[in-house]
């Protein structure tokens, strides 16, 4: 959604932006800062970040929220770990009051700036607040998947709200043709046809800030200059970089991308895993590699087992393997949050992207990312990550990187077909990356086109 908005800004229209947002000044289209009190009645101006930079305005407005709710646990700035919980661990009174509290504030947005249209992310909480704070315009529903899979398909308190804001939207989005499938299949299930009013508009891809460095030197350079790296983490154009980048929690498989990872280095030691991304699965993860790093594989396999964010469901096998070689300390390293600009550079000096997901994904946007910058992206094989897979598959011709797919050891495979990769692709020479990122320019639109289609959906007319 930050893109879009970003794009919306871009091409002349005035945006109103609510959300939490607590750092507007990382954010060159936000133009103005408003919040509310506890009442939640009329926004108040707080700040003017910066001289406008586009032909449009976008001001972000803050509701106050006495908690916030969300899919995902998390740390989240602003708010204390007591003020924050998933929707379906939260008692119905936190539920009410967080919608009361939304509702509120976007009557006072809605009166304060009257919409043509309302973009409301994910199926819960966003739609059914929109409808009942009655803002006179369509509103369309992008559903990511997320909010479905975590929290509405656990907990059935939560599947009114979904459907009532489902119901009335002008439109449904989704970002692929499995989340759709599966968002008219849950609404079917519910006695509600969405089929008619649901589109597919895939993420955009900003072909420049997510582009091939000149050389692996040069990208380097451009990686130590603008991230923050680990004290001890010194790269060179001889190393192999695997990275993975997103959300640290059991679902995104990065488990399985550190286990796999003695069995890589063995047959190239100069590989470098770097883990870019924030959650609960950080620690775990940190101390899974130590003992493989300390050849405990015992250790490491009852520590997996303790681990709830080292889950692995059994379809994908077992997380770390009986015949682990000893390798020594992994060279593993974790950068924290990155922000756009700086997974731009993470990517253009990767020679391979991870997205080894355990878990329904409705499309790896950081898989179509890293393509963009050159580094050749190794995906599980099913579910939204499909389709990215599909697209570089059948232009390398090679079936055999959909080999990540359910009912194989995930680990087992991901090390395989690392070592296959980095031994089968020139993953570091500019021609190639220039490949694959014309492949992407090919494939994915940008974000300009993204905007695009959503103003075009048919409803909205």
């Given at each position: 959604m930050r893109e879009v908005v970003r794009g919306l800004v871009r091409e002349g229209h005035d945006v109103t932006?609510?959300?939490q947002e607590r750092s507007p000044e990382l954010y060159d289209f936000i133009d103005k800062v408003h919040g509310f009190d506890e009442n939640n009645i009329e926004p108040v101006c707080l700040a003017d970040p910066r001289r406008p930079l586009y032909s449009g305005?976008?001001?972000l407005v803050r509701p106050h929220l006495r908690r916030l709710l969300v899919y995902v646990d998390g740390p989240f700035p602003g708010f204390e770990a007591g003020c924050v919980g998933s929707f379906q661990d939260s008692?119905?009174?936190?539920?009410?009051?967080?919608?009361?509290?939304?509702?509120?504030?976007?009557?006072?947005?809605?009166a304060a700036w009257p919409p043509d249209m309302v973009l409301a992310g994910h199926a819960i909480m966003a739609p059914y607040?929109?409808?009942h704070a009655a803002a006179g315009a369509p509103y369309v529903v992008t559903v990511h998947g997320s909010e479905l899979n975590f929290s509405v398909r656990n907990d059935q308190r939560l599947a009114r709200f979904a459907l009532e804001g489902l119901e009335a939207a002008a439109a449904v989005v989704t970002v692929s043709e499995p989340g759709a499938l599966e968002i008219i299949g849950w609404a079917d299930e519910h006695g509600l046809d969405i089929g008619t009013k649901t589109f597919v508009i895939p993420p955009g891809v900003d072909v420049h800030a997510f582009a091939p460095a000149a050389d692996r030197?040069?990208?380097?350079e451009a990686l130590s200059r603008e991230v923050p790296l680990p004290d001890g983490l010194q790269l060179d154009p001889e190393h192999r970089i695997v990275v993975y980048a997103?959300?640290?929690m059991w679902t995104k498989g990065v488990q399985c991308a550190v286990s796999c990872l003695p069995s890589v280095i063995?047959?190239?030691?100069?590989v470098r895993l770097l883990i870019a991304g924030e959650g609960p699965g950080r620690a775990p993860l940190e101390e899974l590699a130590r003992l493989l790093g300390a050849g405990d594989g015992t250790a490491a396999a009852a520590f997996a087992l303790d681990a709830g964010e080292l889950h692995v469901p059994p379809e994908f096998g077992q997380l770390v393997s009986e015949t682990m070689p000893r390798v020594g300390p992994l060279p593993v390293s974790f950068l924290g949050h990155l922000s756009s600009a700086q997974l731009g550079r993470l990517f253009a000096v990767a020679d391979i992207a991870l997205a080894p997901s355990v878990f329904r994904e409705a499309l790896g946007l950081v898989t179509i990312e890293a393509l963009s910058a050159g580094a050749l992206p190794l995906a599980s094989y099913h579910s939204g990550l499909a389709s990215v897979v599909d697209v570089v598959a059948d232009a390398l011709d090679d079936p055999l990187l959909r080999v990540l797919a359910p009912d194989k050891c995930l680990t087992e495979e991901l090390s395989r077909l690392i070592v296959r990769v980095l031994g089968d692709y020139p993953t570091t020479s500019p021609a190639f990356r220039a490949r694959l990122h014309d492949l992407c320019r090919l494939h994915f639109a940008s974000w300009e086109r993204v905007v695009e289609r959503y103003l075009e959906?048919?409803?909205l007319k």
């Amino acid at each position: 959604m930050r893109e879009v908005v970003r794009g919306l800004v871009r091409e002349g229209h005035d945006v109103t932006l609510v959300c939490q947002e607590r750092s507007p000044e990382l954010y060159d289209f936000i133009d103005k800062v408003h919040g509310f009190d506890e009442n939640n009645i009329e926004p108040v101006c707080l700040a003017d970040p910066r001289r406008p930079l586009y032909s449009g305005r976008c001001r972000l407005v803050r509701p106050h929220l006495r908690r916030l709710l969300v899919y995902v646990d998390g740390p989240f700035p602003g708010f204390e770990a007591g003020c924050v919980g998933s929707f379906q661990d939260s008692p119905t009174e936190w539920i009410e009051e967080y919608v009361l509290d939304n509702t509120s504030a976007l009557r006072g947005v809605f009166a304060a700036w009257p919409p043509d249209m309302v973009l409301a992310g994910h199926a819960i909480m966003a739609p059914y607040v929109v409808k009942h704070a009655a803002a006179g315009a369509p509103y369309v529903v992008t559903v990511h998947g997320s909010e479905l899979n975590f929290s509405v398909r656990n907990d059935q308190r939560l599947a009114r709200f979904a459907l009532e804001g489902l119901e009335a939207a002008a439109a449904v989005v989704t970002v692929s043709e499995p989340g759709a499938l599966e968002i008219i299949g849950w609404a079917d299930e519910h006695g509600l046809d969405i089929g008619t009013k649901t589109f597919v508009i895939p993420p955009g891809v900003d072909v420049h800030a997510f582009a091939p460095a000149a050389d692996r030197m040069t990208a380097i350079e451009a990686l130590s200059r603008e991230v923050p790296l680990p004290d001890g983490l010194q790269l060179d154009p001889e190393h192999r970089i695997v990275v993975y980048a997103g959300r640290l929690m059991w679902t995104k498989g990065v488990q399985c991308a550190v286990s796999c990872l003695p069995s890589v280095i063995a047959q190239y030691p100069s590989v470098r895993l770097l883990i870019a991304g924030e959650g609960p699965g950080r620690a775990p993860l940190e101390e899974l590699a130590r003992l493989l790093g300390a050849g405990d594989g015992t250790a490491a396999a009852a520590f997996a087992l303790d681990a709830g964010e080292l889950h692995v469901p059994p379809e994908f096998g077992q997380l770390v393997s009986e015949t682990m070689p000893r390798v020594g300390p992994l060279p593993v390293s974790f950068l924290g949050h990155l922000s756009s600009a700086q997974l731009g550079r993470l990517f253009a000096v990767a020679d391979i992207a991870l997205a080894p997901s355990v878990f329904r994904e409705a499309l790896g946007l950081v898989t179509i990312e890293a393509l963009s910058a050159g580094a050749l992206p190794l995906a599980s094989y099913h579910s939204g990550l499909a389709s990215v897979v599909d697209v570089v598959a059948d232009a390398l011709d090679d079936p055999l990187l959909r080999v990540l797919a359910p009912d194989k050891c995930l680990t087992e495979e991901l090390s395989r077909l690392i070592v296959r990769v980095l031994g089968d692709y020139p993953t570091t020479s500019p021609a190639f990356r220039a490949r694959l990122h014309d492949l992407c320019r090919l494939h994915f639109a940008s974000w300009e086109r993204v905007v695009e289609r959503y103003l075009e959906l048919p409803r909205l007319k």
